[in-house]
């Protein structure tokens, strides 16, 4: 991790198991501390260096009871080549305007969020946000974090993703879009928009958060080759099982990562 000259003490807590949301039977637990005061954005940069993610003006990183499933990816930004359905999806959105803003939120985005919880994560905690909940995971942050809009010709909002802008890259925290215009492929048009971005600002990562390999929620990560991980050794290539070889250090199998 890098060093950070802290000027108080730092103090990590161990959140209570909850039900994993991601993987039935499983017991989720969190290592977390807050993100506050001169050294917020310094040690933000170095704790999502060694795998960590921001919610609110909290830092997080799973510490389940017998399970390493969530593995924090980032996509090399330099080394992405998008494939043809990519650069289709690109082009199907090709008239979308897209505004950057800064962090705040909006009676417009909630109703967007809201509908889209009520499509896609209906019965989850999310579903349950109220305007001010929502305006908390907006505002509530320590860091450089701004929104991007996505709007149609009529100027109807149809997709927003919160990003926190580090050193190194872009770091998607929540993306949602419009749930009647799945066919735009929406959320993955903003992941490629993150990555130009990122080329654009010469930044060599776009930070993904966790993928796990047995989760159909996070199966979408893996399209974006190509992803480092991080395991107990550091940032390694994570190779998916039938893909090429590649030069470099020996890439981490799912199934490794997941040991």
């Not at 950057?100 to 109703?111: D, F, I, K």
């Not at 967007?112 to 509530?140: I, N, P, T």
Request: proline fraction near 8%; charged fraction near 20%.
């Amino acid at each position: 991790m890098d060093h950070i000259p802290l000027k108080r003490p730092h103090f990590f807590f161990t959140t209570a198991p909850l039900p994993c949301p991601y993987l039935q039977g499983r017991l989720e637990r969190k290592i977390v501390t807050e993100l506050s005061g001169p050294d917020a954005e310094a040690l933000h940069e170095a704790l999502s260096r060694a795998g960590f993610r921001r919610s609110h003006s909290i830092a997080y990183t799973p510490a389940c009871p017998g399970c390493n499933a969530c593995v924090p990816v980032r996509i090399l930004v330099d080394d992405f080549q998008p494939r043809r359905t990519m650069r289709r999806i690109v082009k199907m959105n090709a008239g979308l305007q897209i505004r950057q803003s800064p962090a705040r939120a909006t009676a417009e985005q909630y109703r967007l969020f809201s509908r889209y919880q009520e499509s896609r994560h209906a019965g989850g905690d999310m579903a349950l946000m109220g305007f001010y909940d929502y305006r908390s995971m907006v505002e509530d942050s320590p860091i450089d974090t701004f929104l991007v809009e996505f709007r149609g010709a009529d100027n109807q909002l149809k997709a927003v993703v919160l990003t926190d802008h580090m050193s190194d890259g872009l770091s998607a925290v929540y993306s949602f879009y419009d749930p009647e215009s799945q066919a735009a492929s929406l959320g993955s048009y903003m992941i490629l928009w993150l990555i130009e971005e990122s080329h654009r600002l010469g930044l060599p990562y776009v930070y993904l958060g966790y993928w796990i390999a047995d989760s159909s929620k996070m199966s979408y990560k893996a399209r974006f080759m190509p992803l480092e991980a991080f395991v107990p050794g550091g940032w390694r290539l994570l190779k998916l099982d039938g893909e090429a070889d590649h030069d470099g250090p020996p890439p981490i199998h799912p199934s490794h990562a997941l040991r």
